[in-house]
């Protein structure tokens, strides 16, 4: 069993910076691919960025530039820095995993989210 506990959200001012961390415990052997989605108010959830065992990177086209994933792989964390942070930025940040258990199944582990706020 896996968990993924995210950290790391809060209430920051436009043009702002904060950092988002996803913890994994438990058994994580086989995650291959960890990524950050996130979900405005009201609205679907939408990828904004991903990163590979291998430490290939994807953005969305509104993180790029601004947003850099990472990972520690001493500690199991993948971060998510975000700087000059804009009000649309608002949303709760959901950490995504994706683990192959088999050569037939792969299972997608979430975390609970962490809510981000961009306001005066």
């Known amino acids: 069993q896996v968990q993924l506990v995210e950290s790391g959200g809060g209430l920051v001012q436009p043009g702002g910076s904060l950092r988002l961390s996803c913890e994994a415990s438990?058994?994580?052997?086989?995650?291959?691919?960890t990524d950050w989605y996130r979900r405005p108010p009201g609205q679907s959830r939408d990828l904004v960025a991903r990163?590979?065992?291998?430490?290939?990177?994807e953005y969305a086209a509104s993180a790029k530039g601004r947003f850099t994933i990472f990972k520690d792989n001493t500690k199991n964390i993948v971060y998510l820095q975000m700087n000059n942070l804009e009000p649309e930025d608002t949303a709760v940040y959901l950490c995504?995993?994706?683990?192959?258990?088999?050569?037939?199944?792969?299972?997608?582990?979430w975390g609970q989210g962490t809510q981000v706020t961009v306001s005066t």
């Open positions: 990163i590979t065992d291998g430490g290939t990177t």
């Open positions: 995504h995993a994706s683990q192959r258990r088999s050569a037939t199944r792969i299972d997608n582990l």
């Open positions: 438990g058994d994580t052997a086989g995650i291959y691919e």
